[in-house]
């Protein structure tokens, strides 16, 4: 069964300070990348997704993703994170075995004024 | 306005009832999921339905059981065997469960459970 692993769990960041958060999985085959973002009482929803293409994936408000298939990572960045980017973030990968999504644990950044 | 609704927002239920989560979209979509969100865990499947009257245990299906009778209705019942019912819940649907983009997810708000 395919795993995805978020290896931070809490981030606290300043202002303007760069962000990296990691994301690995652990299936083989061709697979379907995402990062969902949870704000603070709003629906989860889709920041990002990789299909197929250029590895570098842009999504909304700034964040990017790059697949690097042979370290099996989908790690998101964005090099200046706001305050309103305080968030729990998910990453999930769906191989094209099944149908279903694996989500990551989460990881929730704190971004300080 | 389109989009998936779960109700009630908060629920409080005493231990060994089972209670059940509303979940209803206006997407059309033919897929519909239910998650389990626990601190440090993520989201875990616990049923998904791709049609109407049909659907399949996800990952942690033990204690829970749905019914897909219409298809914009995937209502979830968390019985009195499911040991650790406490936890969020949320629903999604996508228009089918196949190839992108058909198989994007689109999430609810959320049901938070609390079994006393």
């Known amino acids: 069964a395919q795993s995805v692993s978020q290896h931070n769990h809490h981030v606290i960041l300043s202002e303007a300070a760069s962000l990296e958060l990691g994301c690995n999985y652990s299936?083989?085959?061709?697979?379907?990348l995402f990062w969902y973002v949870q704000y603070p009482g709003q629906h989860l929803q889709l920041l990002l997704k990789y299909f197929s293409g250029d590895p570098l994936v842009k999504g909304i408000k700034g964040f990017e993703a790059e697949f690097i298939k042979s370290k099996f990572s989908f790690n998101l960045r964005k090099p200046s994170v706001q305050w309103s980017d305080t968030a729990e973030y998910f990453c999930?990968?769906?191989?094209?075995?099944?149908?279903?999504?694996?989500f990551g644990g989460g990881t929730r950044l704190m971004v300080k004024p | 306005d389109g989009g998936i609704t779960q109700s009630p927002k908060y629920l409080f239920r005493k231990e060994g009832q089972n209670v059940t989560l509303s979940c209803e979209q206006n997407l059309n979509h033919d897929a519909m999921y239910w998650y389990r969100q626990d601190p440090g865990q993520g989201l875990r499947l616990i049923y998904y339905?791709?049609?109407?009257?049909?659907?399949q245990k996800g990952d942690i299906a033990e204690g829970y059981s749905v019914s897909r009778e219409k298809k914009e209705s995937f209502p979830l019942t968390v019985t009195s065997a499911q040991k650790n019912p406490t936890a969020f819940y949320l629903c999604?649907?996508?228009?089918?469960?196949?190839?992108?983009?058909?198989?994007?997810?689109?999430f609810g708000p959320g049901t938070r459970l609390t079994v006393l």
């Open positions: 999930a990968v769906k191989n094209n075995a099944g149908n279903m999504l694996t």
């Open positions: 999604a649907s996508s228009i089918d469960a196949g190839a992108y983009p058909y198989n994007e997810q689109f």
């Open positions: 299936y083989g085959g061709t697979v379907n």
């Open positions: 339905s791709q049609i109407v009257n049909d659907f």
